[in-house]
């Protein structure tokens, strides 16, 4: 993120950043001046702040969260994407620089689909998730693109005319075993759904669903791409396989980020 309007007097930045470090804000002064250049009025800066200092993640305060160069909106009750997740768009588009038809699975706030679209050009665009709220903030983010954002379980909330012609399905799954989710930072695990953080078991209920119904609605070429961890990888790679797609691991050790992608068969 970055401020885009005008600095506020020092005396406030002062009193804000004063506020944000005292409450433990690591980067006290990086997030005044975003909290400082999104308030519109004194009353909201002043809001902006109690909510920040209560633990409130900095996305949901001021409304927004930088996604490969994008502004995505967010919402409270909506997972803010991760920047280790621009991993999973920058792989989508070397595998698939010509993709025409993209669909944002488990979309949370529709910043992955958001991403493709921008980099892509012209693509029909989808998205869908089970949670109200996240498809609200979606189809606000992809209108943009041209896209939509539907309601629904997986698959069962895609259009019945995708099947078979999808060159990107973009699934970022919630990937946190059952057990873990407690252990979660409290800006996560307090503040985001419980939908899009836990996985289950082995964190992998949901992807193994996601792979097994992929080859259908996937064009030949088309390509899935799922974030999981370095520690279930072997284990989503297995489910890969298992669907009958033709599947890689890919890893970035600098963002700490594992994708692992399934290719249909031409």
């Known amino acids: 993120m970055s401020p885009s309007s005008p600095s506020a007097p020092s005396s406030s930045r002062d009193t804000v950043v004063a506020a944000l470090r005292a409450a433990g804000c690591v980067f006290a002064e990086d997030e005044a001046e975003l909290i400082l250049s999104t308030a519109r009025t004194p009353a909201e800066r002043d809001a902006m702040v109690a909510r920040r200092a209560a633990g409130h993640p900095l996305e949901l305060v001021v409304g927004w969260a930088e996604f490969r160069g994008l502004r995505i909106a967010v919402e409270p009750g909506v997972f803010v994407p991760r920047r280790r997740t621009e991993f999973l768009v ?6 698939a620089p010509r993709a025409s038809v993209v669909v944002d699975l488990c979309c949370g706030s ?32 992809v209108a943009a693109h041209g896209g939509h954002a539907y309601q629904g379980d997986l698959f069962e909330a895609l ?23 407690p ?6 695990r307090d503040h985001e759904p419980r939908t899009a953080l836990d996985g289950g078991g082995d964190g992998l209920d949901v992807l193994r669903r996601v792979a097994a119904g992929a080859p259908e609605w996937l064009a030949p070429g088309g390509i899935l791409l799922v974030e999981t961890s370095e520690r279930q990888a072997p284990a989503a790679v297995e489910a890969f396989a298992r669907a009958g797609l033709t599947v890689r691991p890919a890893e970035d050790e600098d963002r700490y980020a594992h994708v692992v992608l399934g290719t249909r068969a031409g």
Not at 90 to 95: I, R, S
Not at 159 to 179: F, S
């Open 90 to 95: 920058e792989q989508a588009l070397a595998h």
């Open 159 to 181: 259009p019945a005319g995708l099947r078979g012609r999808i060159d990107i399905l973009a699934a970022n799954v919630p990937y946190v075993p059952t057990d873990e989710v």
């Open 110 to 141: 529709g910043a992955v689909g958001a991403a493709l679209a921008a980099a892509l050009g012209d693509v029909e665009l989808h998205a869908a998730d089970i949670d109200p709220a996240a498809v609200r903030c979606a189809r606000a983010n």
């Open 183 to 188: 252990l979660l930072p409290a800006e996560a």
